[in-house]
C-alpha cells in the first residue's frame, strides 16, 4: 500500500471547541489556525504530495455575519503572514473557490500570496474558500461548453480547480460528523474515508500520522476483486 499522494481535510469543531470553554466561536477558529499550520507542517515533512483543507464552504455565509466578518478577517491576516514561510517551507499555496464575492483586500491577499508561493515545489497546499463541490463540477461544466468542448469524464476532470492535484486519496473530518458537507467531490469519488471526534483545534501531528497508518491498511479495489488487487 502506498502513501496518499492527496490529503484532503474537512476541519471542523471549531465552534464546538470554543463553546466548551465558554468562549465565543471565533476563538476556537483562532486556535484552528495553530492547528492548521501543524497540519501543513506534518504534511510537507511526510512529503505528501498535496494538501486540501475545507477552509470555508459556499454554504457557510449562512452563518451569523460577526462569525463570517470575523473569518475573513482571519483569512486576510493568516494569507498575509503566512505567505513568505510557506513558501520558504517549499509550500506552495493556491486559494481554491469562488472568489467572485470576497472583498478587495482579501482578493488582493490572496493575489499576494499565491504570487509568492508561486516558486514553491515541495507541497501543493490547497485553501479551499467559498468552495463547493457541486460548484466545482459546474464552473468546469461551464468551462467546457464556453470552450465549445465536449463534456467528457476527463475534460471535467482538467477543468476542475484543482487539476494538479488529482484524485483525493484519503478525506479526513474531524468534530464527529460523517459527511462530506459539500467539499471535493468528483475528486473523492474513490477517497479512503477517516473520521475523528476530535475537534479541529485539538487535532495534532500526531492525529494525522494515525489517520495515514490506517490508511496504509486499506485496500484500494477501484471497482475490481480482492485477487486481482493483490494478483
Ligand atoms: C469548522 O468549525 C470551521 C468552519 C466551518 C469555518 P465549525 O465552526 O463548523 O465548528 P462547529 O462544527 O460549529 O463546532
Ligand atoms: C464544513 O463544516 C465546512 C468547513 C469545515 C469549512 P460545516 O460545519 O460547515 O459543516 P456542516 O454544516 O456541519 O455540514
Ligand atoms: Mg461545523
Known amino acids: 500500500m502506498t502513501a496518499p499522494k492527496h490529503v484532503a481535510v474537512i476541519m471542523d469543531g471549531n465552534g464546538r471547541w470554543a463553546q466548551q470553554r465558554l468562549m465565543p466561536r471565533i476563538e476556537g477558529h483562532r486556535r484552528g489556525i495553530s492547528a492548521l499550520r ?3 507542517e506534518t504534511a510537507r515533512r511526510l512529503e505528501i504530495a498535496s494538501l486540501s483543507v475545507f477552509a470555508f464552504s459556499s454554504e457557510n455565509w449562512r452563518r451569523p455575519a460577526d462569525e463570517v466578518d470575523g473569518l475573513m478577517r482571519f ?6 503572514k503566512e505567505a513568505v514561510p510557506l513558501r520558504d517551507a517549499g509550500v506552495r499555496l493556491h486559494v481554491v473557490g469562488d472568489r467572485s464575492v470576497f472583498s478587495a483586500d482579501l482578493n488582493a491577499a490572496i ?3 499565491e504570487a509568492v508561493g ?9 485553501l479551499c474558500l467559498n468552495y463547493g463541490g457541486r460548484w466545482d463540477i459546474v464552473q468546469a461544466a461551464r468551462a467546457l461548453q464556453l470552450e465549445g468542448r465536449e463534456i467528457t469524464l476527463e475534460a471535467v476532470g482538467e477543468r476542475l480547480c484543482m487539476p494538479w492535484s488529482g484524485p ?5 473530518r474531524t468534530g464527529g460528523e460523517q459527511r462530506i458537507s459539500n467539499f471535493i ?7 479512503e474515508l477517516w473520521f475523528t471526534d476530535l475537534l479541529w483545534p485539538d487535532f495534532k501531528a500526531e492525529d494525522l500520522k494515525a489517520a495515514l497508518d490506517w490508511f496504509e491498511g486499506r485496500e484500494r479495489r477501484f471497482g ?8
Do not use: K
Open 38 to 40: 501543524t497540519l501543513v
Open 75 to 80: 483569512f486576510v491576516s493568516g494569507l498575509r
Open 111 to 113: 493575489d499576494e500570496a
Open 118 to 126: 508561486a516558486s514553491a515545489e515541495g507541497m501543493h497546499f490547497n
Open 168 to 172: 483525493v486519496d484519503l478525506m479526513i
Open 185 to 191: 467531490l468528483w475528486q473523492a469519488a474513490y477517497a
Open 224 to 231: 475490481m476483486t480482492s485477487a486481482q488487487v493483490q494478483g
